[in-house]
Nanobody, 121 residues
Framework: QVQLVESGGGLVQPGGSLRLSCAASGIIVSINDMGWYRQAPGKQRELVAS???????NYADIVKGRFSLSRDNARKTVYLQMNSLQPQDTAVYYCNAQIATSWLSAFRDYWGQGTQVTVSS
């Protein structure tokens, strides 16, 4: 069984920083894209950033220049460094990964349980 375990959320003042981590575990043959989504109250879940297995990143326009995504393939972990946080960044952040559990199976999406990020003075 595959699990994505997130850590690093919390309360931070405007202009502050947080680093989110997400580690995949279980029977994993290969991981394709990994990334983070977020969902604010009353809004739809949206992509924050994603990274391919080769390290090519994609960011939502609203976080470009403030957030940085990286991954450690050996540790099956993805990191989201969030700087210059603003109140509008407040949301539950969800880790996502495309994982194959056998050489014969297709990649499928897995999600973490979510971690709350609150930006407030």
């Amino acid at each position: 069984q595959v699990q994505l375990v997130e850590s690093g959320g919390g309360l931070v003042q405007p202009g502050g920083s947080l680093r989110l981590s997400c580690a995949a575990s279980g029977i994993i043959v290969s991981i394709n894209d990994m990334g983070w989504y977020r969902q604010a109250p009353g809004k739809q879940r949206e992509l924050v950033a994603s990274i391919t297995s080769r390290g090519i990143t994609n960011y939502a326009d609203i976080v470009k220049g403030r957030f940085s995504l990286s991954r450690d393939n050996a540790r099956k972990t993805v990191y989201l460094q969030m700087n210059s946080l603003q109140p509008q960044d407040t949301a539950v952040y969800y880790c996502n990964a495309q994982i194959a559990t056998s050489w014969l199976s297709a990649f499928r999406d897995y999600w973490g349980q979510g971690t709350q990020v609150t930006v407030s003075s």
